[in-house]
């Protein structure tokens, strides 16, 4: 009876072992994400010194969590529709003249324990103009 529960021992071990474990297992690597287009930024400049500028950003493949980005840093966005985003410039960034380049970010989706989703994929740039 011994050698008996010995040998599942050693069996129900490699069995483990050859799983994995009971704490490991693989993970599938995020597949990439739905890439956002920018064809139109309207307004596309503003003078130096404007207060609060609404900027429309118009496209295709926004996701309902898309990010319009203003210099890099994502500004709070609304989404409108999957063509559609709207933004508010504060005047802080509209003091002094030059350009910034304006893009578009939907973000990765979560894949769980096993990973998987979807990675974040950001668009082309466009550049507004701050006169």
């Not at 050698?3 to 072992?17: D, E, G, K, R």
């Not at 996701?63 to 989404?79: F, P, V």
């Not at 933004?87 to 030059?98: F, R």
Request: charged share 5%.
């Amino acid at each position: 009876m011994k050698s008996l529960a010995t040998v599942l021992l050693i069996a129900l071990s490699a069995l483990a072992l050859a799983c994995g474990g009971y704490g490991s297992h693989s993970t599938t690597p995020p597949a990439m994400g739905t890439v956002p287009n920018i064809t139109e930024l309207v307004p596309n400049n503003a003078n130096a010194g404007s207060t609060n500028v609404v900027l429309t950003v118009n496209g295709s493949s926004f996701n309902s969590t898309a990010t319009i980005n203003w210099k890099g840093a994502a500004l709070t966005t609304t989404y409108v529709s999957a063509a559609q985003l709207m933004a508010t410039i504060p005047n802080a960034d509209l003091a002094a003249s030059g350009t910034a380049a304006v893009t578009v970010t939907n973000p990765g989706t979560g894949g769980g324990i096993y990973g998987g989703g979807t990675s974040p994929e950001t668009s082309n740039s466009m550049t507004f103009t701050i006169n």
